[in-house]
């Protein structure tokens, strides 16, 4: 039998089990706040001691902004906000299935959401956030600005308020991501020193009149690399820069002095209104409380929507080791408009390689670090493993089963998802130990970083002290991942670091200025037995404390990447490749891949210590390299990347690089080099099946 009790906008449903197949209703709702108080940020909301629908019955709990968070969370009286959804969902995700259901609308988050262990379903319940039917929710953390006026007619910049203090590093603009002011300076304009620069062309002198010169940055882009570092002052001809982040951008390699890509190296200038001079660049005056923007031609400032970042990080999913989150899904969610701001910092960015980045003091720093560090040094070799990762958007650790599906991740300030990275890469401080996370099906676009970064740079991640820290089968397919990496340009839009299983497969990778897919981390260094090119005298990396040699396997091992269709990368760097393998990699497979339009550009490179993979029936059209080994052959007769086979692959056109040979045991078998446009039937049925496939898109 069924009976429904009413009272004080409570309903409570009691279904008795011979007939509670036949007779669940739609949507059962939770007690009402109005029967039960709401809870306050200093009460439990399990403390209120009100009867629950029964156990067999999933709960769906509804959100809207035009909601109250003193409602019941049903359909006539949603949620206002997420966070007071996510108290109602720990008094109900113990005994129930729980769907949190957002309506159509901008949800203004003013701090991240973060769910812990008690967040997830328990004992084997599932907790799902969802998109209602037809509607497409968006995660902010940023605010709108408008009420535009003409500040400078004669060169058409335009001003608007905004709170004071707020000083981000990104602006969205119609949806794309607008360039901070800034002017490109040759290289020859200026001599770079231990603490800063030395202007050389008279033409640049007009620095040292600038206001505000504390906030202007120096960035270069270089081979593989974009640093950037702050000015502390500028005194008639010299620009002193702020320590450590000066410091830490001179060496190393493609250091910000020495760049690997030589004249072809670019110097900027950024952050300051008299930057501002072309149209879609913007600048914000902190102490003043303004916003600055030129238009692009065409742009209506009545009109146009403009949103200025508030948060560092959206979301944080992290339980702990011993009690990970689990089971828990987000599904047709969009996540949008954040900034990372440590670059602002004395620290700068001195970036290393895709999203990772050295700081803080360096012991032993060299007195010369121009001359004595700008192809490694000691130092440098100190700190390799210390990298720290740049923090995520949404942020993923200490979970088992957490998966996105049909999700947006569009106008964030850094990397979009972060899954199993550094500890400091999370807001919890808890990094690695995701387990069965699942990418699917989802948008990546007009991003500052790249789109999904897994695994984490230190040496817990390679070699986790307990199993549950390991980062172990991710799932990353169906997604169409475009215009990333549009401020960190030397980000890739698909890392995996250190991991176990890894599936990328089925993705579409294009408009990006660096690599599409990256497997691997730590140039072999932390493989088993060592790497013999970092134990000579020049590198030094063994003799530096902490710097061990591990006798066994890192945990990356049987990565997956199929099927992938991936293009228009490269733009702006030369090193990498569309699709980049580094270290021992037991297992792994690239394969099916369609690899087009990297014009110039390396198709498929296997690098450092890259061991153990499989490179199987790829299509590679329109490159300058189809397949190249970093073999390292100035260190013969040290092995570094070996025991790799590339066979049945299909190529129009490109050279092939490294040593494909008996001693490296690196096999070519049954590769075909293609007349343009005449590709067997074999290697069409490998391009037609690339990217995100039709019936996992509905």
Known sequence: MTSRLIGAGLALLFVHPATAAQQLPPAPVIPSAQAGGVPNSHESFSAISLPVPSAAIPVVLRVSPQGDDAGDGSAAHP???????????????????????????????????????????????????????????????????????????????????????????????????????????????????????????????FLASLPDQSRIEVEQTGFFTDRRAVVDRIDGDTIRMQQPGWRNNLIGYDTLAKTLAGDKGRLFLVNSLAFLRDGGQWFVDPAAGKLYYKPMAGEDMARIAVVLPRLESLVSIAGSYDRPVTDLGFDGLAFRHTSWLAPSSAEGYASQQSGSYLAGLIPGFPEDPIRDCSWGCWAFETMRNRWRQQPAAVQVAAAVRVTFDRAEFTQLGQVALGIGNNPEANDSGIGYGAAGVEVRRSRFGQLAGGAIMVGGILPDAHHPPRPEMGVRNVVIADNRIETVSQDYKEQAAILVTYAAGTVVMHNDVSDAPYDGID????????????????????????????????????????????????????????????????????????????????????????????????????????????????????????????????????????????????????????????????????????????????????
């Open 79 to 205: 949620f206002r906000t997420p966070e007071r959804a996510q108290q109602a969902v720990r008094r109900l995700n113990g005994v129930h299935d729980v769907t949190v259901e957002l309506a159509d609308g901008v949800y203004t988050l003013t701090a991240p959401l973060r769910f812990t262990a008690a967040d997830g379903g328990q004992g084997g319940h599932v907790v799902r956030w969802t998109a209602a039917a037809g509607a497409h929710p968006v995660l902010s953390g940023g605010m709108p600005v408008g009420g535009w006026t003409l500040a400078d007619r004669a060169r058409d910049i335009w001003v608007a308020d905004v709170p004071r203090g707020l000083d981000p590093r990104q602006l969205w603009v119609a949806g794309r991501m607008a360039q901070r002011a800034h002017v490109a300076i040759p290289r020859k304009a200026v001599a770079f020193t231990a603490t800063g620069m030395t202007i050389v062309d008279p033409a640049w002198r």
């Open 519 to 698: 497997i691997g981390w730590g140039w072999g260094v932390n493989d088993p037995g060592g790497s013999g090119a970092y134990r000579t005298r020049t590198r030094g990396y063994y003799d530096q404390p902490g710097n061990i040699v591990y006798d066994t396997p890192t945990i990356l091992r049987d990565t997956v990447v199929q099927g992938n269709r991936v293009h228009k990368v490269k733009q702006w760097f030369a090193d990498g490749g569309a699709i980049y393998h580094l270290s021992a990699d037991p297992g792994a497979l690239i394969a099916e891949n369609f690899v087009y339009d990297v014009p110039g550009g390396i198709g498929l490179y296997l690098d450092e210590g890259s061991r153990y993979v499989t490179v199987r029936q790829n299509v590679i059209q329109g490159v300058g390299v189809w397949l190249n080994a970093n073999t390292m052959d100035s260190y013969r007769p040290h092995r570094t990347t070996l025991d790799n086979v590339a066979t049945g692959n299909w190529y129009d056109g490109g050279r092939l690089n490294g040593s494909w040979d008996a001693y490296m045991d690196n096999r070519l078998i049954d590769n075909v080099k293609v007349p343009p446009g005449q590709w067997p039937a074999a290697a069409r049925a490998v391009i037609d099946a690339s990217g995100p496939r039709a019936d996992e898109a509905k």
